[in-house]
């Protein structure tokens, strides 16, 4: 595991989930599994070109299995989500006051903007002169 500064992914309020990086961290690893038979090539980190010579010669060897599930996997990582200060730069908290923001801000500004369509759509029927 690496002690860099992770790239954000998805952010939550405490947590952030971010690509593995590091020393013996493949970017990905590679294979295939034939529809037909179940057979799986093996794994290859960081090339999926051995993985395609693999399907053609498995292909070569068995006309008749011709579609395949390519898989390409990468190692994920949950870690804390940094504090200002913290290396961050400017990426966390600065109190728990601006906490509290980051979680309600988004959800007030959708509940006033629904409160406003919806009154939007009354506003013609109480301005129009009923006989």
């Known amino acids: 595991m690496s002690d860099a500064q992770p790239v954000s992914i998805v952010r939550g309020a405490d947590w952030v989930v971010c690509a593995e990086r590091g020393v013996g961290v493949p970017e ?13 090539s093996p794994l290859f ?9 693999w399907v053609l010669h498995h292909t070569a060897g068995e006309p008749e299995h011709t579609r395949f599930l390519f898989r390409e996997e990468k190692h994920w ?5 940094p504090e200002v200060g913290e290396g961050g730069g400017g990426g966390g908290r600065a109190s728990p006051v601006a906490g509290f923001l980051d979680r309600a801000a988004g959800p007030a500004f959708v ?14 029927a109480l301005t129009t002169n009923h006989p």
Do not use: H, K, N, Y
């Open 77 to 81: 990582r949950v870690v804390r989500r």
């Open 111 to 124: 509940g006033l903007m629904c409160l406003l369509t919806a009154l939007s759509g009354l506003l013609p």
């Open 28 to 40: 990905g690893i590679f294979g295939a599994v034939c529809q037909s038979c179940g057979v799986e």
């Open 45 to 53: 980190d960081d090339d999926s070109l051995p993985v395609a010579v």
